[in-house]
């Protein structure tokens, strides 16, 4: 049995084709080990990680109805989540409420910290062109896009971005899950009888393979 963890699989549009297997890699790895993927039902990187899932282990945030053609999650935004993204994008408060940017940027919010804004993922994996981490290396939306918001939030909060435009960052990803991400096992005991069977049937195949290589004496 696994437990149950969140992480958060965002990034660029234009993301490049080994990256976007890199990505489809990381997303069925992680789903067998009990994550569930946050995203936003964007073209490119948002697409490539929740694709590659073979279950439903996922919340994807979209910016309003059916956008990209999906079903997902549509929440309100609050003045909390307004607070949030303000302090992320420097332009957020100047951004009109009926604009299709104001909504994208406020739904990063929930792809970091979940629909209560209390339940951060435990990493970001992302690919921008800047191999951006830390909100001291973001560029402007122009170079870091849209993916800026969600890493600015996630430095602020403490939760570990892997930026996938690094060439370490799936070794650094691996060691991270490896220590951070706990996996629960059913409590085992050995089975005598099982073993004993086990035994029994390894003892008749070294036999049955003496027998076939040695032939009795003749009479």
Not at 129 to 147: L, Q
């Amino acid at each position: 049995m696994t437990s149950t963890f969140y992480w958060t699989g965002i990034g660029s549009r234009e993301t490049p084709q080994p990256v976007k297997n890199l990505m489809e890699r990381i997303a069925r790895g992680l789903e067998t080990k009990g994550g569930i993927l946050r995203s936003g039902g964007a073209p490119g990187a948002d697409d490539f990680f929740e694709m590659a899932l073979r279950g439903n282990r996922k919340e994807i945030y979209l910016p309003q109805a059916y956008f990209n053609k999906k079903k997902g999650i549509l929440l309100p935004i609050t003045p909390e989540v307004e607070a949030i993204a303000s302090k992320a994008h420097p332009g957020y408060a100047k951004m009109k409420k009926d604009s299709f940017a104001y909504r994208a940027h406020s739904r990063n919010v929930f792809q970091v910290l979940g629909s209560d804004l209390k339940s951060p993922s435990k990493f970001v994996v992302c690919y921008t062109p800047d191999g951006a981490e830390f909100e001291k290396e973001c560029h402007s939306i122009d170079v870091t896009g849209g993916t800026r918001t969600a890493i600015v939030i996630a430095s602020q909060n403490n939760v570990p971005v892997f930026n996938l435009a690094r060439p370490d960052a799936l070794i650094r990803l691996q060691a991270f899950v490896r220590d951070n991400v706990q996996l629960e096992r059913e409590p085992w005991a050995p089975d005598p009888a099982a073993i004993e069977k086990i035994k029994q049937a390894k003892l008749e195949k070294r036999q049955q393979r003496y027998q076939n290589n040695w032939s009795s004496p003749s009479p």
